[in-house]
C-alpha cells in the first residue's frame, strides 16, 4: 500500500451506504472514489470561504 494512502474506518447507517453504492456505480467508481470525491469538494468549498488550509 502507498505510505501516503491512510486507513479509516467510517460507521454509517446502511441505508447511507446503500445510497452512496447507488450513486458511486452511476458515476462509475468505487464508493471510496466517491467518499473521496465528496471530500474533496467539501474541503474545496470549505477554502474558498475560509481561506487555504495550511498542514
Known sequence: MDKNLARFTLRVEKQLLDKLAYISEYEGRTKNKEIEQLIKRHISEFEE??????I
Open 49 to 54: 470561504t475560509h481561506g487555504k488550509i495550511e
